[in-house]
């Protein structure tokens, strides 16, 4: 965490940790242990233990708008991504699959369906310089997908939102749910995440003057992902804009317990 060791260097060997830290060998090893729990570490076999690269990147969940784009007043959430991939001189990447699949109950109560209805899946996997990063699922009515874009196979030019703009629902207000999970072993694989690294997971239901629309669960791997919120005028300044760029920027550490 002090930066003496940087992302991508070889582990010390045992020995040599033994003799800097004073302790025994399988002291060394339990420590090891518990930082490849934590994804700080990974051991590439017949190679070594390497630190992994940390690099944490801002997504803006939210951003107010500095330019008002007609039909879309929540903002292009699409565009963020690859605004952020630029700013921080990374490479962005995503394959996208559109399903028609059964509702689990969490969508079916925040799009107001019938258990078991099903709806539009439009899936977004997304890659930093190859490297897993986030993964987003949005789900819609299929009566309302119907005979716009979102029944196409391929990425809507200008986002989900344009297609459901220019189908009359605007999008008008959204509420966030977030929360913490470990992942599945399906989701561990994917992410390439250290046995003990949790989920970040954003449940977002957009709304229009008619009610819900679109819900979008989107999941990132915690050891390498920020969500910022810019609430209030257009004109307010983003503190984070003041500050290097991600790539340059140290590993965020949360607050530990207070006493």
Avoid at 5 to 22: H, I, N, R
Avoid at 50 to 71: F, I, Q
Avoid at 228 to 241: H, N, R
């Amino acid at each position: 965490m002090d930066g003496e060791w940087q992302g991508g260097m070889p582990l010390p060997v045992e020995s040599e940790l033994e003799t800097q830290y004073g302790v025994a060998r399988n002291t060394v090893r339990l420590a090891v242990d518990v930082l490849v729990n934590e994804g700080l570490l990974v051991r590439v076999q017949g190679k070594g233990t390497y630190l992994k690269d940390h690099t944490v990147v801002d997504h803006h969940a939210y951003r107010a708008p500095t330019v008002a784009v007609p039909g879309t007043p929540l903002g292009g959430a699409s565009s963020a991504y690859a605004e952020e991939a630029r700013a921080a001189g990374r490479k962005l990447t995503s394959d996208f699959q559109m399903l028609i699949v059964r509702a689990t109950t969490d969508i079916t109560e925040r799009l107001r369906l019938a258990p078991g209805e099903a709806v539009v899946l439009r899936r977004v996997l997304r890659y930093l310089d190859g490297e897993p990063w986030s993964v987003e699922e949005s789900h819609y009515q299929v009566r309302l997908a119907a005979a716009t874009a979102l029944m196409d196979p391929d990425p809507v030019p200008g986002g989900d939102e344009a297609a459901l703009a220019e189908a009359g629902h605007v999008e008008t207000g959204c509420v966030d749910e977030l929360c913490a999970r470990m992942p599945n072993p399906e989701e561990a694989r994917w992410f390439q995440a250290g046995p003990g690294v949790p989920l970040l997971v954003q449940l977002r239901t957009t709304l229009t003057q008619a009610g819900p629309v679109r819900v979008t669960e989107t999941r990132y791997c915690a050891d390498r992902n920020r969500l910022v919120y810019s609430l209030g005028s257009a004109e307010a300044v983003d503190p984070l804009d003041r500050v290097p760029a991600q790539a340059d920027r140290p590993r965020a550490e949360c607050p530990g317990p207070v006493g």
